[in-house]
């Protein structure tokens, strides 16, 4: 099949044009900025400190469990149990908080829950062979079904209302940046590193890429993928506590469609469904696009359904564009 005139211009030269097909965190960037300027055109209040930083704040939730999912997709698995966690992690967060006054406690009791989700999601899908797809989504319904049991549909409130847990999820760095959007920012960098930089992020790729090779490559393929929903699971609870933080309650109904905004982004974001492809970095463009996105219809007085159908035609573009751009030779 012939090449087209302009793929074969990128193929060929090494400037602007290759860098925009072979980095796709490039081109995100660039779809990112213009979004932000058809919406500053389009709105006096879209461009403000105010708003910018509230849809930072606001993203930075699907930003930090979009971290952990893309590395479970990269290898080579799926995880989209991430909506029911953030809200099932409120619920000892909450509970034992107002039973200790002590949010360290709170904090630890969340993080165990999530690290137990993360073990069985991994021990099913990783040791047992148990299709990942199936695993995450049980568990989603499992743990959605025990929300709503254990509140009876109720929230639990914060009583104890310390300032340092309302702080987590509504305090401002210097008054002006959100504090979940300072710890997704810190955690995104970390995780980044590690997967750029650390043999983890190495043996992720491997796995997804090519799980046999990387076996014989002496890779423990298993441990990888059981760490991935690890990871995965406990980013997802730091998402939950934020969560609860902004609420001031484990709310029963949080998280509803979480999974599927975190997983569309990801994958917006460049991150192969089939293992082995991506970054953190693109992941987290995904989110920021979205995220304006949304904010920007928004302000523009669009229905929510027609955000929704914008939304899912600029995802299958997305992903169409991404798998086009993979089989060119």
């Given at each position: 099949m ?9 193929g060929?030269?090494p400037?602007i044009a290759?860098l925009?097909?072979?980095r796709?965190e ?12 058809f919406?500053a055109l389009a709105s006096d209040?879209?461009l403000?400190?105010r ?8 993203a930075s939730l699907?930003?930090?469990a979009?971290?952990g999912?893309?590395?479970v997709f990269?290898?080579?698995?799926v ?10 992690v409120a619920?000892?967060?909450?509970t ?9 406690l ?6 165990a ?5 993360g073990?069985?999601n991994g ?8 299709n990942?797809l199936?695993v995450?989504l049980?568990?989603?319904f499992i743990l ?5 049991l254990?509140t009876?549909?109720?929230a ?5 209302a310390l300032?340092s847990?309302f702080?987590l999820g ?12 300072v710890?997704a920012?810190?955690?995104?960098l ?11 992020g190495?043996?992720?790729?491997a796995?997804?890429?090519?799980p046999?090779?990387?076996?014989l490559?002496?890779y423990?393929?298993?441990r ?5 929903f690890?990871?995965?699971s406990?980013?997802a ?6 969560l609860a933080s902004?609420l001031?309650?484990?709310v029963?109904?949080?998280g509803?469609g979480?999974?599927?905004q975190?997983v569309?982004?990801?994958?917006l ?13 693109g992941a987290?463009l995904?989110?920021?696009?979205l995220s304006?996105l949304?904010?920007?219809?928004g302000m523009?007085?669009?229905a929510?359904e027609?955000q929704l159908?914008i ?10 564009f991404?798998?086009?751009?993979r089989r060119q030779?």
């Amino acid at each position: 099949m012939p090449r087209s005139p302009s793929l074969s211009a990128a193929g060929s030269s090494p400037g602007i044009a290759r860098l925009f097909f072979r980095r796709s965190e490039v081109g995100l960037l660039v779809a990112l900025l213009a979004v932000i300027l058809f919406f500053a055109l389009a709105s006096d209040t879209f461009l403000t400190v105010r708003n910018m930083t509230n849809v930072l704040g606001q993203a930075s939730l699907a930003m930090i469990a979009g971290i952990g999912v893309a590395i479970v997709f990269i290898s080579g698995e799926v995880d989209v149990s991430v909506g029911s966690l953030v809200a099932a992690v409120a619920i000892p967060l909450i509970t034992v908080m107002n039973a200790t006054e002590s949010l360290a406690l709170g904090i630890a009791a969340a993080l165990a829950l999530g690290l137990a989700i993360g073990i069985v999601n991994g021990f099913l899908a990783a040791y047992l062979g148990i299709n990942s797809l199936i695993v995450t989504l049980g568990t989603l319904f499992i743990l959605r079904g025990g929300v709503y049991l254990y509140t009876g549909q109720k929230a639990i409130p914060d009583d104890v209302a310390l300032e340092s847990f309302f702080q987590l999820g509504n305090g401002r760095l210097l008054g002006v940046v959100p504090w979940p959007a300072v710890i997704a920012l810190v955690l995104l960098l970390v995780f980044a590193y590690v997967m750029r930089h650390r043999s983890f992020g190495r043996k992720v790729y491997a796995v997804g890429g090519n799980p046999e090779v990387a076996r014989l490559a002496g890779y423990d393929v298993k441990r990888v993928k059981f760490t991935g929903f690890i990871i995965s699971s406990l980013l997802a609870t730091v998402s939950g506590i934020l969560l609860a933080s902004r609420l001031g309650s484990a709310v029963h109904v949080a998280g509803i469609g979480f999974e599927f905004q975190v997983v569309a982004a990801v994958v917006l974001g460049g991150v192969s469904l089939s293992g082995g492809v991506g970054s953190l970095f693109g992941a987290a463009l995904g989110v920021l696009i979205l995220s304006f996105l949304s904010n920007g219809l928004g302000m523009l007085d669009l229905a929510t359904e027609w955000q929704l159908v914008i939304t899912g035609f600029i995802i299958i573009a997305a992903v169409g564009f991404d798998e086009w751009k993979r089989r060119q030779p």
